[in-house]
């Protein structure tokens, strides 16, 4: 009964305050069997607007702020930058507001891979610096220094640069939290997928059961229970939703090597439907290249 309640309130929440819902879900990491990229991901799917972290607007957690057109988005918090941590996410929302890279710098005090990180999130756009142009400066400015005179900071004023491409702000924002707040890997190769006949995760549910199919997404999780007799079972995620694929003891011992380290995969297979759920019994693995590193949870 207990559980019961549990699922249900977290249902209700989900479908009458999905920002609140993610953005508590967000703060109580690291917990429960999905990661924040793909609840994140999800949240998307179902009209949340999710916003990066930064440096003037986001405090040590994830909050919420109000839409104009009503309704709030989910603001990430400091301590989702890799390096930052909790306490000195605090120490940095509790200063805010900061004029400048430096004025962080001399106020909070910052290594410079700490710096860098925050760049490369893009928590620099509120004082109007691109991520390049922050990691140009993240060198210089780490540099100033509390037991330093103020103002003789050299080398932190950025030549004109490039701003970022899709592909390239999704693969800094993975590795600077670990999650996109815009962006999904497999969206920048749907181009491809479509050429190769493969099927979104959100229209699998129209194919017909037994059809052979091809799908291609990020690995979210590998699992091999002690009661599964072998078989291993996949979760993928492309911009549309999860997949799930099984694959038998002969197939995961032919593409072993790969099923266990890319990480994105083209699988063709199989579809079944039983009760509502729809599976691809893998045949084939293939590797995916999608441009941008992501990490599954295996064998846990």
Wanted: hydrophobic residues 50%.
């Amino acid at each position: 009964v207990s559980f019961a309640y549990l699922v249900y309130a977290s249902a209700w929440l989900k479908l009458h305050h999905p920002a609140a819902f993610l953005a508590a879900l967000l703060n109580a990491q690291p917990m429960g069997f999905y990661s924040p990229r793909t609840l994140v991901a999800d949240a998307r799917r179902h009209g949340v607007v999710v916003r990066g972290a930064d440096l003037n607007a986001s405090a040590a957690k994830a909050t919420l702020e109000p839409l104009a057109e009503g309704g709030f988005a989910v603001r990430l918090g400091l301590s989702a930058v890799r390096t930052i941590g909790e306490d000195l996410a605090e120490r940095i929302a509790e200063g805010r507001p900061y004029a400048t890279m430096a004025d962080l710098v001399r106020r909070v005090g910052l290594s410079q891979a700490q710096v860098e990180a925050l760049a490369t999130a893009g928590a620099f756009g509120s004082i109007g610096l691109e991520r390049r142009e922050a990691l140009w400066a993240a060198g210089a400015v780490a540099q100033a220094r509390a037991d330093r005179l103020p103002g003789v900071v050299v080398g932190a004023q950025a030549p004109r640069l490039p701003g970022m491409d899709p592909v390239e702000l999704g693969a800094a924002d993975l590795w600077a939290t670990g999650l996109s707040p815009d962006s999904h890997p497999v969206q920048f190769v749907r181009g491809r997928l479509d050429a190769l006949g493969a099927v979104p995760a959100d229209a699998l549910a129209a194919a017909a059961p037994g059809a052979r199919v091809l799908v291609g997404g990020v690995v979210t999780h590998r699992q091999r229970p002690a009661t599964a007799g072998g078989v291993t079972f996949l979760s993928l995620e492309d911009e549309t939703g999860l997949i799930n694929v099984i694959c038998p003891p002969g197939v995961w011992a032919r593409h072993r090597r790969v099923g266990r380290a890319a990480s994105a995969l083209l699988v063709r297979g199989r579809l079944e439907r039983a009760e509502g759920v729809v599976n691809v019994v893998a045949d084939q693995l293939r590797p995916l290249p999608v441009g941008v590193a992501t990490r599954s949870r295996d064998f846990r």
